[in-house]
């Protein structure tokens, strides 16, 4: 399978504190996204990194890729409660045909 | 605002009862997809289309079907719904080629087949 795999499966961490999430994949990639989920909500679009960047911010997110390694990490610095929600990593494989693979994610958890 | 909006949200239905989830958006976006999702199994891709009169299958296509005839629709139909199809569906839509930023996804349809 193509699919993504993110670690941890669940992470719980206090306000404040920066939170990792690790994303690794099994074949070549155009791209990898990261995208959020509230419960049982539609997923909302986060970041974008293409297979030749290797560093990628926007505000509180910060994202590398590897793809030498085939993996991904998001960064959450700063976690506000606001930020409690599922984190899926979803890559992009065949040029043109934008087929996302989505992996099973992870729930972050941010305490007050 | 631009957005994806599916209808209904939630759905009860019997087993074998013809039904359409719509899906529409409103930017101009060539690419339009569905997806499951299920607990254990993530998302998983259902049809997707490309442009107008261009459809293809995902990863799960039995037991649906799909249309799309306008750019901004993208219906999916369950001709006779089973329990194993049960689940909340995504569609989702995106721009394809340079302007290609990732997908936007409506707010979901959580459908029961008893």
């Known amino acids: 399978s193509q699919q993504g795999e993110e670690d941890p499966q669940a992470l719980s961490i206090q306000e404040g504190e920066n939170a990792t999430m690790n994303c690794s994949y099994k074949?070549?990639?155009?791209?990898l996204q990261w995208y959020r989920q509230n419960s049982g909500r539609g997923l909302v679009h986060l970041i974008l990194?293409?297979?030749?960047?290797r560093e990628k911010h926007s505000g509180r997110l910060r994202v590398t890729l590897d793809t030498s390694k085939k993996s991904s990490s998001l960064l959450i610095t700063a976690s506000r409660a606001a930020d409690t929600a599922s984190y899926f990593c979803?890559?992009?494989?065949?040029?043109?045909?934008?087929?996302?693979?989505f992996g099973q994610g992870t729930r972050l958890t941010i305490n007050p | 605002e631009a957005q994806v909006t599916q209808n209904p949200r939630y759905l009860i239905t019997v087993t074998g009862k013809k039904l359409t989830v719509t899906c529409s958006q409103n930017?101009?976006?060539?690419?339009m997809s569905w997806y499951r999702q299920d607990p254990g199994l993530g998302l998983r891709q259902i049809y997707y289309?490309?442009?107008?009169?261009?459809?293809d299958k995902g990863d799960v296509p039995e037991g649906y079907k799909v249309s799309r005839k306008e750019k901004r629709n993208f219906p999916l139909i369950l001709e006779s719904p089973s329990p194993n199809q049960t689940s909340l569906y995504f569609c989702?839509?995106?721009?394809?080629?340079?302007?290609?930023?990732?997908?936007?996804f409506g707010s979901g349809t959580r459908l029961t087949v008893v």
């Open positions: 289309s490309m442009n107008v009169e261009v459809t």
């Open positions: 990194i293409r297979s030749n960047e």
């Open positions: 930017m101009n976006h060539e690419y």
């Open positions: 989702a839509s995106s721009f394809q080629g340079q302007g290609y930023s990732g997908y936007t």
């Open positions: 979803a890559t992009d494989h065949i040029q043109g045909a934008q087929k996302l693979v």
């Open positions: 074949t070549s990639i155009n791209n």
